[in-house]
């Protein structure tokens, strides 16, 4: 029988690549004040889906699915002791991934 995978396994065994972003921010701290622009790095990551398998990207580090969807399929499954069905071993390997890296521009 499989063993269960927790949060953390989910959270960090779909992550396939990882870029920075730059960021501009405008905002206006009083109504008499000029808008000040901030520089702000953000953290992108690519990931796949633990229940369709498709590649999609996140700021959130601790996101597993694609959409709410796949969110609420996975919670159901491990409700019912099931783990998702995706296998990541075979999806993540390295001819698989590296068509998917050079589609969202992740060199």
Same mark, same amino acid.
């Given at each position: @029988?499989?063993?269960?995978?927790?949060?953390?396994?989910? /959270?960090?065994?779909?992550?396939?690549?990882?870029?920075?972003?730059?960021?501009?921010?405008?905002?206006?701290?009083?109504?008499?004040?000029?808008?000040? =622009?901030?520089?702000?790095?953000?953290?992108? /990551?690519? =990931?796949?889906?633990?229940?369709?398998?498709?590649? /999609?990207?996140?700021?959130?580090?601790?996101? %597993?699915?694609?959409?709410?969807?796949?969110?609420?399929?996975?919670?159901?499954?491990?409700?019912?002791?099931?783990?998702?069905?995706?296998? @990541?071993?075979?999806?993540?390997?390295?001819?698989?991934?590296?068509?998917?890296?050079?589609? %969202?521009? /992740?060199?």
């Amino acid at each position: @029988m499989a063993i269960l995978l927790s949060n953390q396994d989910l /959270y960090s065994g779909n992550v396939i690549g990882v870029k920075i972003e730059k960021q501009k921010r405008s905002y206006q701290q009083t109504l008499g004040d000029a808008p000040r =622009k901030i520089d702000i790095r953000r953290t992108k /990551y690519l =990931k796949l889906c633990w229940m369709c398998g498709s590649p /999609y990207e996140s700021y959130r580090l601790n996101s %597993f699915a694609c959409c709410s969807r796949c969110a609420q399929n996975i919670w159901h499954h491990r409700q019912n002791g099931i783990n998702p069905p995706a296998r @990541m071993d075979q999806l993540t390997k390295e001819k698989n991934v590296k068509e998917i890296k050079e589609r %969202f521009r /992740y060199i």
